[in-house]
T-cell receptor, first 113, second 109 residues
Framework: ETGVTQSPTHLIKTRGQQVTLRCSSQSGHNTVSWYQQALGQGPQFIFQYYREEENGRGNFPPRFSGLQFPNYSSELNVNALELDDSALYLC????????????FGPGTRLTVL | GQNIDQPTEMTATEGAIVQINCTYQTSGFNGLFWYQQHAGEAPTFLSYNVLDGLEEKGRFSSFLSRSKGYSYLLLKELQMKDSASYLCAVMDSNYQLIWGAGTKLIIKP
């Protein structure tokens, strides 16, 4: 059984560019949640996907968008990058939405210059 | 609004006991989680409370009082490897996790 994986590990972009982050959920998990964690802060919920449909969204602008694929892997896309988008982006998978424990991937460290 | 409060930083001695408090105000409640996060790494699950009372799991215990909007994580027999940030998170009525900023725990020999 493989755990949650994310790619890339680190990424450097400049303001205005676009970025795509990827996440493979743990085997058997059909729910993926994305979080943004700024340095010294707790994670902030971006959105969740369940069986390829968005299943809840946090307080993030529309330039943050996502996808979930039939194999339950997921992408987070961010357009028109801003300096404040620099953060650790975490993906977590769970058996289904709701009360289950979420298993986190190692994260992608995004730096926007 | 929704709010999770926990101390920014705590210091304790190896072998001792430490209690990390968390208070919350959220729209609905579907359980409270504690996660451990080492610097530069992803959070790892420690405990989940949905009913009032104490849940014990080895050296770690977690307590919940829903009427008071309060939880604590108790760490016993502290080890140097317990130096990390401890995050309190509440699942709200929409089943979304609302996170505190984390408590950085420093263990001294």
């Amino acid at each position: 059984e493989t755990g949650v994986t994310q790619s890339p590990t680190h990424l450097i972009k400049t303001r205005g560019q676009q970025v795509t982050l990827r996440c493979s959920s743990q085997s058997g998990h059909n729910t993926v949640s994305w979080y943004q964690q700024a340095l010294g802060q707790g994670p902030q919920f971006i959105f969740q996907y369940y069986r390829e449909e968005e299943n809840g969204r946090g307080n993030f602008p529309p330039r943050f968008s996502g996808l979930q694929f039939p194999n339950y892997s997921s992408e987070l896309n961010v357009n028109a990058l801003e300096l404040d988008d620099s953060a650790l982006y975490l993906c977590a998978s769970s058996l289904f939405p709701g009360l289950n424990e979420q298993f986190f991937g190692p994260g992608t460290r995004l730096t926007v210059l | 609004g929704q709010n999770i409060d926990q101390p920014t930083e705590m210091t304790a001695t190896e072998g001792a006991i430490v209690q990390i408090n968390c208070t919350y105000q959220t729209s609905g409640f579907n359980g409270l989680f504690w996660y451990q996060q080492h610097a530069g790494e992803a959070p790892t699950f420690l405990s989940y409370n949905v009913l009032d009372g104490l849940e014990e799991k080895g050296r770690f215990s977690s307590f919940l009082s829903r009427s008071k909007g309060y939880s604590y994580l108790l760490l016993k027999e502290l080890q140097m490897k317990d130096s990390a940030s401890y995050l309190c998170a509440v699942m709200d009525s929409n089943y979304q996790l609302i996170w505190g900023a984390g408590t950085k725990l420093i263990i001294k020999p």
